[in-house]
């Protein structure tokens, strides 16, 4: 009786909880959140200061009493509390919002949640994400794999007895698998990923250059320039970086061409390529001929890397194709969860009343 009630006055919502973004997808209204999942709080008191764009423009800039910080790592939880905060801020955000006239009233915060994590999270991490979901205000919270929703998002056919390979390129994790009959055959989840890109571009800048960048500089870097694949002639393409000069500790400015941030792409996106192969050479060949014909698809922010699947698809010697619009891949799967239950309990992997 109860949950009806809840039902009839508070929206059911999909999350995308990534390490870099997090985007919420209201049911009937689609996506209204996409925020950078970032927290600022005061180191003394632990007040919440600010919450994601307005968060991440403090990293890097806060004084000493004041923190800016980034609760989830590789896909997982590192600070519980940061997180439940964020996430009962973004699930009272969509509520917010009464319709005109003397009988509209605002929602009441608790909805049935849906969310995406990495397939390779142990069950501890697993219950720590539904718990802190439960504790933000969610009725009900549901968790499923980011390969399997990704894939649904991309309205790919996950419930035939067809072979289908997603990757899932994110801010911590690169999630591989293969998906038939509604389930995963294979999956492997790798935590490089985005992050781990920006790592590789200030390593080659200090060691190359002698020169101090930070993350948010070098994520501007790759995202401007960028490539895993030579670009022909816009490899010419260059960015102005600006750090500080490690012989002298002062400020220091640089022109760098995309081939070299390319050259410094380049380790991590091989253990990338050397996971995908891995993945292939353990699938069954029944599966393996379907994913032949198919070819292998991509989601996430890091599929938008220029030249990416022109990389994995010479490395690979298949078709790759990119989803439309890769970045809200998973939350649009969660999305379409929430209005196929059947789907839902095929393909959670853990969920349930508070």
Same mark, same amino acid.
């Given at each position: @009786?109860? #949950? ?26 689609? %996506?209204?959140?996409?925020?950078? !999942?970032?927290? /600022? ?10 919450? +994601?764009?307005? /968060? ?9 009493? %004041? ?21 009962? &801020? ?10 005109? #006239?003397?009988? =509209? ?28 979901? *439960? ?36 801010? +911590? ?31 080659? @800048?200090?060691?190359? &250059?002698? @020169? ?14 960028? =490539?895993? &694949?030579?670009? #022909? ?12 000069? *490690? *012989?002298? +500790? ?45 070819? %292998?698809?991509?989601? #996430? ?14 490395? !690979?010697?298949?078709?790759? &194709? ?10 649009? +799967? ?15 992997? !853990?969920?349930? *009343?508070?």
């Amino acid at each position: @009786m109860f #949950g009806k009630i809840w039902q009839a006055f508070s929206y059911d919502i999909g999350i995308d909880l990534g390490t870099v973004n997090t985007l919420v997808l209201v049911k009937g209204k689609g %996506i209204l959140i996409r925020e950078p !999942t970032v927290v /600022a709080i005061h180191k003394k008191t632990r007040q919440i200061l600010a919450i +994601g764009g307005e /968060a991440k423009r403090m990293l890097g800039r806060t004084p000493a009493a %004041i923190e800016a910080i980034r609760p989830l790592r590789d896909g997982v939880i590192s600070d519980f509390d940061t997180t439940e905060a964020m996430l009962r &801020y973004f699930i009272h955000k969509v509520h917010d919002n009464p319709g005109k #006239g003397i009988f =509209s009233l605002p929602r009441i915060p608790r909805p049935r949640v849906v969310v995406g994590i990495p397939s390779g999270v142990t069950p501890v991490e697993r219950r720590a994400v539904q718990d802190a979901c *439960l504790s933000a205000g969610a009725r009900e919270a549901y968790l499923i794999e980011e390969p399997m929703a990704a894939a649904i998002g991309a309205k790919l056919p996950v419930e035939d007895p067809e072979g289908i390979l997603i990757i899932d390129i994110g801010g +911590g994790t690169t999630e591989i698998a293969v998906i038939s009959l509604g389930g995963m055959v294979l999956n492997k989840s790798l935590r490089i990923a985005g992050d781990e890109l920006d790592e590789e571009i200030i390593n080659y @800048m200090r060691v190359r &250059y002698g @020169m101090l960048i930070g993350e948010r500089t070098a994520e501007e870097a790759k995202i401007e320039i960028g =490539s895993a &694949y030579p670009l #022909g002639e816009k490899d010419d393409m260059a960015t102005v970086i600006r750090g500080r000069d *490690l *012989l002298n +500790g002062l400020p220091k400015s640089l022109k760098v061409s995309a081939s070299e941030i390319r050259e410094a792409l380049t380790p991590t996106l091989s253990q990338m390529v050397s996971g995908i192969q891995e993945i292939l050479e353990e699938t069954p060949p029944e599966l393996l001929t379907d994913i032949v014909e198919r070819g %292998i698809f991509l989601a #996430g922010g890091g599929a938008l890397l220029r030249g990416l699947d022109k990389k994995i698809a010479e490395e !690979t010697k298949l078709p790759v &194709y990119i989803s439309d619009d890769p970045l809200t891949t998973v939350v649009r +799967g969660c999305g379409e969860v929430l209005d196929n239950l059947d789907l839902l309990s095929k393909v959670k992997v !853990t969920g349930g *009343l508070r």
